[in-house]
């Protein structure tokens, strides 16, 4: 199964700056890469699909790129509610696996 | 509106078995493939499988193949989880997914269940 590995682990950032996050994969996984926001106590909820596609709803503040093994989530100017965990999963090959997490804290 | 409602939370002691499940409301029930998802207390999510609830075709992750079975019933929009000996191991809460691929990405999620497994 493919690996996904996300860094870093924790990434503190003040509110109104720029977050930037990696996702890598052990093999290519061409650009069936999507972006997840979780927070505590609440389900996973899509942002971003195929890469670089917002999903409905998410502002723009939220971009992705990259394709093959090497991705990237920037969100732009953080607000107080985009605290959060981040998960990047390839839908690839299944099993469709996840990283394991990106914690964005308040510095 | 596009909604997953999963069922209540479970208390169960190692041994026991149990069923968990997730209706589809507000969309073409058998358009979608329903996935399940692991996280254990405060760890990261796990892709466990993942049913097309047209013709119950269904992908187990190695890691979960053997230990729970994915099922589903159309005639009820309804997709199951199940385990016929559950262990302490699967204390977790257990979220499923729909997606219009068979291994993603998942557009939308229920509110997750809760399984605590203790003696």
């Known amino acids: 199964e493919i690996v996904m590995t996300q860094s870093p682990a924790t990434l503190s950032v003040s509110p109104g700056e720029r977050a930037t996050l990696s996702c890598r994969a052990s093999q290519s996984v061409s650009s069936n890469l999507a972006w997840y926001q979780q927070k505590p106590g609440q389900a996973p909820r899509l942002l971003i699909r195929?890469?670089?596609t917002r999903a409905t709803g998410v502002p723009a503040r939220f971009s992705g790129s990259g394709s093959g093994t090497e991705f990237t989530l920037t969100i732009s100017s953080l607000q107080s509610e985009d605290f959060a965990v981040y998960y990047c999963q390839q839908y690839n090959i299944w099993p469709g696996t996840f990283g394991q997490g990106t914690k964005v804290e308040i510095k | 509106e596009v909604q997953l409602v999963q069922s209540g939370a479970e208390v169960r002691k190692p041994g026991e078995s149990l069923k968990i499940s997730c209706k589809g409301f507000g969309y073409s029930f058998t358009t979608y493939w329903i996935g399940w998802v692991r996280q254990m207390p405060g760890k990261g999510l796990e892709w466990m499988g993942i049913?097309?609830?047209?013709?119950?075709?269904?992908r187990y992750s190695p890691s979960f193949q053997g230990q729970v079975t994915i099922s589903a019933d159309k005639s009820i929009s309804t997709a199951y989880l199940q385990w016929n000996s559950l262990q302490a191991s699967d204390t977790a809460m257990y979220y499923c997914?729909?997606?219009?691929?068979?291994?993603?990405?998942?557009?939308?999620w229920g509110q997750g269940t809760l399984v605590t497994v203790s003696s």
């Open positions: 195929g890469a670089s």
């Open positions: 997914a729909r997606s219009a691929y068979g291994s993603g990405p998942f557009d939308s």
């Open positions: 049913i097309d609830p047209g013709d119950s075709d269904t």
